[in-house]
């Protein structure tokens, strides 16, 4: 069974920067995509990035694109999000998610991660 442990969340000021981490354990897949989702408080959780491996392709959005930046260690079954310009906006719970693998769009959906951290509260304020 793979686990997920997430870290680096907090409380950062508008306009600051957090990366977040998230390690895996128990793999056995040689496919494998981790990735970021978030839920802000009375909305659906929505996706923000996730990375497949072997090939360490990349899937994003344009709005996390300006701000946000996913990478990782195939190695070391680890990846991390590099956050910066931070606005309240942002507040959320973030979740590290994983899969054995993902295609496509499916890569963008909850329903297609099997494996789920317990989320790193970000809050944005000052």
């Known amino acids: 069974q793979v686990q997920l442990v997430e870290s680096g969340g907090g409380l950062v000021q508008p306009g600051g920067s957090l990366r977040l981490s998230c390690v895996a354990s128990?793999?056995?897949?040689?496919?494998?995509?981790m990735g970021w989702f978030r839920q802000a408080p009375g909305k659906e959780r929505e996706f923000v990035s996730a990375?497949?491996?072997?090939?360490?392709?990349?899937y994003d959005t344009d709005a996390a694109k300006n701000r946000f930046g996913i990478s990782g260690n195939d190695a070391q079954n680890t990846v991390y999000l590099r956050m910066d310009s931070l606005s309240p906006e942002h507040t959320a719970v973030y979740y590290c998610?994983?899969?054995?693998?993902?295609?496509?769009?499916?890569?963008?959906?909850?329903?297609?991660?099997?494996?789920w951290g317990q989320g790193t509260q970000v809050t944005v304020s000052t």
């Open positions: 990375i497949k491996w072997p090939a360490k392709y990349i």
């Open positions: 128990g793999r056995t897949s040689s496919t494998f995509v």
């Open positions: 998610a994983a899969a054995d693998s993902c295609s496509g769009s499916g890569c963008y959906v909850t329903t297609s991660y099997a494996y």
